[in-house]
Nanobody
Framework: QVDLVESGGGSVQAGGSLTLSCVGP????????VAWFRQGPGKEREFVAA????????FYTDSVKGRFTISRANARNTAYLQMDSLKPEDTAIYYC????????????????????WGQGTQVTVSS
């Protein structure tokens, strides 16, 4: 079992910024690819961004490119999602997810690949 704990959600006005954090298991966090997914009101959960085990490659859904940045600090067993220029349509519960993928240079954008999930953190953007 891999525990992931998100934090950093909150309420902001459109155009504002938030940084989400995802804390994973100490000592083994670097073995996992990490992604952020979100589920808005009345919507299905969707992929937002992902990062490979070593942080060498990142991937984003088109709607957040240029506004969101995913990163990780394996020494602190933490992944981040920096969200800038937030829009009301970014309102959702944001989930951190992971699967073991050490040495792999790509990362899945399908939630089916991820077998470890956090509890989610609410992000609300008002207009």
């Amino acid at each position: 079992q891999v525990d992931l704990v998100e934090s950093g959600g909150g309420s902001v006005q459109a155009g504002g910024s938030l940084t989400l954090s995802c804390v994973g298991p100490r000592g083994t966090f670097s073995r996992y690819a990490v992604a952020w997914f979100r589920q808005g009101p009345g919507k299905e959960r969707e992929f937002v961004a992902a990062i490979t085990w070593g942080g060498g490659s990142t991937f984003y859904t088109d709607s957040v490119k240029g506004r969101f940045t995913i990163s990780r600090a394996n020494a602190r067993n933490t992944a981040y999602l920096q969200m800038d220029s937030l829009k009301p349509e970014d309102t959702a519960i944001y989930y951190c997810a992971a699967y073991e993928a050490i040495g792999v240079v790509s990362v899945s954008q399908s939630e089916k690949a991820y077998n470890y999930w956090g509890q989610g953190t609410q992000v609300t953007v008002s207009s």
